[in-house]
């Protein structure tokens, strides 16, 4: 029994709840633990995407938990970052995509969450920010990594990184930190929709999108065109490939996906 994480299916998106609301969902040890076994029991027959948001109105997560860190030493601060790496890179690269729905303070470890997720949305009172270096320690959940790749400007990203200064929904969104901004009252039903929308088109099709974006990055484009080739070519072994062509091409807007 999940003591912080909520998990429930509706239709064909999972919806994670980080649910620590009294902590703003701050992530200690329990929390990471409980998060890395949910997505263990995803259901990847069914489930075409996934979203990740923290419970009540004032946070998604407001960072890693302070009071547990501020305990530690060298050897456990490293295992603790190690986890929370491991976790966040399980996120990036799992089979289906992964919406973050920011409702409120994306912090620390949480903006670092959020970065690992494909697609971040969030809400008009959503703040971000990097504010490890004034406690003393550096980002250490892929946070020096991620919002360097994740936005555009490399100097805006070590701005956040050095200065420690947060930002609000606007600001993210101009700087590509987040691809919309609705008020929080929406922002579920907002989230959902893009999700079905995601879930309804072929789900090897998406997940073959997902390896060809993720692991291209870390390629020579040559080699990355390479592996494109091999994922395209792969999805005409699929029984959804004909459907959605034959779909297209008689015009119907029903189409059956069955995921093989």
């Known amino acids: 029994i999940m003591t912080f994480i909520q998990y429930e299916v509706i239709g064909q998106v999972g919806l994670i709840t980080i649910n620590r609301p009294e902590a703003l969902n701050a992530l200690n040890r329990a929390v990471l633990q409980e998060l890395n076994e949910v997505l263990d029991a995803v259901d990847l027959g069914t489930t075409r995407c996934l979203v990740i948001t923290g419970a009540g109105e004032k946070a998604f997560v ?6 547990e860190m ?5 050897g456990e601060a490293r295992i603790f970052s190690e986890t929370g ?16 729905a920011v409702n409120g303070y994306a912090l620390g470890g949480g903006n670092e969450l959020a970065l690992s997720c494909d697609i971040r949305i969030c809400s008009d009172n959503a703040v971000f920010g990097q504010p490890e270096a004034s406690w003393g320690i550096t980002p250490g959940f892929g946070g020096t990594q ?23 929904s606007e600001e993210a969104l101009q700087i590509g930190l987040v691809s919309a901004v609705y008020p929080q009252v929406d ?11 995601i879930a309804g088109n072929a789900p090897i099709a998406i ?22 080739v091999y994922l395209f070519s792969n999805c005409f072994t699929t029984e959804d490939q004909k459907e959605g062509m034959q779909a297209f091409l008689e015009r119907r807007k029903e189409k059956v996906f069955k995921n093989k």
């Open 187 to 197: 922002l579920m039903a907002e989230t959902l929709i893009m999700a079905d929308r």
């Open 70 to 74: 501020c305990r530690m030493n060298e």
């Open 62 to 67: 407001a960072g890693a938990d302070v009071a």
């Open 207 to 228: 997940r073959n999108i997902k390896k060809a974006v993720n692991e291209g990055l870390d390629m020579p484009i040559e080699e990355a065109i390479k592996h494109e």
């Open 85 to 100: 790496n491991a976790l966040f890179r399980k996120i990036e690269t799992f089979p289906v995509p992964v919406i973050a």
């Open 146 to 168: 991620r919002i360097v790749r994740g936005i555009s400007s490399t100097s805006k990203a070590k701005e956040l990184l050095f200065t420690c200064r947060n930002i609000k």
